[in-house]
């Protein structure tokens, strides 16, 4: 469903992503994993066709993010980092704006708009202007866009941020109910997201992989079988071998 083969990214003479590769099946949630500044979000954005890869390539259902970014995009759905940048649009028309432009109309285009804005749970901040929400609301304005369209890929650049704790509840278990039918993958910092909703586990540091695999997996490679201890030990080893060269 999604593939992601050496990817490379370079801003001046940095380079951010240092040949990241992993594929995705339906049915997977991936966590995406890594300290501040690793590379997570330079990845999504390649995979997502937002920036274009220095080396390397990736696909979403077969179609190359970048040769082919329009059929590859008709297939995802992106939650970008921070807020909407559409602060007079309200949440609803957001989402409209955004279904419209993938050819939804009529009938199609309520359904879908009804269902991305009930299972983001906007409630009555459906129809008031984005700029006057809470950081919370922003987030789920995000969300329902990027799940309107019904995808079969999600990319989710860390969900949660900014909602209170029953609304981290409400979207960890929407992941937990689209999960069956699509390839999803979430960056989060919020460890224990990632035995309560991702079959597997990514941790990357400086734009490279250092571990891929369950999350039982992850706890289990830790000096204290937590999701955390094996966090800090991965990165810690990995920069005490940069200190060391
Ligand atoms: N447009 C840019 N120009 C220059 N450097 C950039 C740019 N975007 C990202 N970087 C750098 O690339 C590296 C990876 O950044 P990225 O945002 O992908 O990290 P991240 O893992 O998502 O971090 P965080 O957890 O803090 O969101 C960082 O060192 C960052 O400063």
Redesign the pocket.
Known sequence: MLVADQLI?D??S?R??QGVSFTLERGEVLGFL????????????MLAGG?EADGGSASIAGYDCTAQRLEAQSRLGYLP?GAPAYPAMTPRSFVMFGLRARGFSGESLKRATGLALERANLGAMADHPIGTLSKGYKRRAALAAAIAHDPAVLIL??PTDGLDPNQKDGVRQLIRDMAPEKAIII?T?ILEEVPAVCSRAIV?DQ?RILFDGTPNALAASGPDRTVDGAFRSLTQAAADARGAA
């Open positions: 990214k801003f001046g940095f951010a992503v890594g300290p501040n500044g690793a590379g997570k979000t330079t990845t999504m954005r920036l980092e650049d860390e960056s910092h990357i734009g």
